[in-house]
């Protein structure tokens, strides 16, 4: 009798002790201030974890973790920096680490975009100045072997989705933004000259908002270089305000008449460098132009992005002015 009353109240008391670590494994707890961050180098272990945990005031006690790792032996613990914002029980902690959720900051950089748009996007995360930035892009080591004449990094900062940590440095960035375009170029197994065909891409990238014309628009750039004409194409006037620190929204009279090597409304041939990050449609369209005579190439007034591509002064005349009319309040 006194053995199944000892053997009762032994289960008694084991479910008493179950019920209370079940409910402080549930119960939310906050130690902290504000919000606190806590890094997981790749091969911390499981009891580690519960320390720096603990230490940052995320759990109440190490003993907690530890439990539910017992309990839940298959799951992996992820390596990462996470952040903490509010209470979170135990099982909610544990869960989040053993699912990776990792705390980044998201970086899109749409094709298209120059140093200056890449450096403004990534200031405003917060990480670095948009100046600092800029003086990294500025280095252009990272590419040299592929482009031993790439003035800066403007051209292969490749248009994409980045993952940062708040440990990314302006240098780092760019590696990984070069090695981006490092992948996407071998993608290619391309032949040829990297400087010439990622400058001309970014060209046609900031001329060719139709993926179908942007061949077309490469093959009006490749005609008059052919020739020697002068591209005459207003992106570059742009970027090259951009360097000279004076571009003003539009373009001005003095902008095309600026002596910047970057204006091709003053120099024949492609500028320096690239004047934007082109994305692959872009580089393909560079690599293989459309088979056409077409010199010229203006925008149609109906909104939709397209152009009217000519071979001659007489028709791209009649198309500028149709163009203006079509523009008329």
Known sequence: ???????????????????????????????????????????????????????????RGRWEFLLIRSIERGRVLQAGEYRFNRPASPLEVY????????????????????????????????LFSSGAFLRAARNPALIRDLDPHAPTLEGYLFPDTYRLSRHTTPERLCRIMTGRFRE????????????????????????????????????????????????????????????????????????????????????????????????????????HPADSGALYFVARPDGSGGHTFSSTIAAHEAATARYRRGRRP
């Open 184 to 287: 996407a170029w071998q993608g290619l197994e391309a032949k040829a000259d990297v400087h010439t065909t990622v400058t001309l891409a970014s060209l046609v990238e900031k001329e060719g908002k139709l993926s179908e014309e942007r061949p077309l628009i490469a093959a009006v750039f490749e005609n008059r270089l052919r020739i020697g004409m002068k591209l005459d194409c207003d992106p570059t006037t742009i970027y090259a305000a951009l360097l000279d620190d004076r571009y003003r929204g539009t373009i001005y009279r003095s902008d095309l008449e600026s002596d910047n090597p970057y204006n091709t409304y003053r120099h024949a041939g492609l500028p320096p460098g690239p004047i934007a990050n082109p994305g692959l449609a872009s580089i393909r369209a560079a690599l």
């Open 95 to 126: 869960s989040r680490i053993a699912r990776g959720d990792i705390f980044y900051y998201e970086l899109v950089v749409p094709e298209g975009r120059d140093i200056f748009d890449v450096a403004a996007a990534a200031g405003h995360l917060g």
């Open 1 to 59: 009798m006194r053995a199944r009353r000892a053997i009762l109240w032994a289960l008694v008391l084991a479910a008493l002790a179950g019920a209370w670590a079940f409910s402080r494994l549930a119960q939310p707890y906050r130690g902290f201030e504000g919000e606190v961050f806590v890094e997981f180098p790749r091969g911390t272990g499981t009891g580690a974890i519960a320390d720096r945990l603990v230490r940052a005031g995320v759990l």
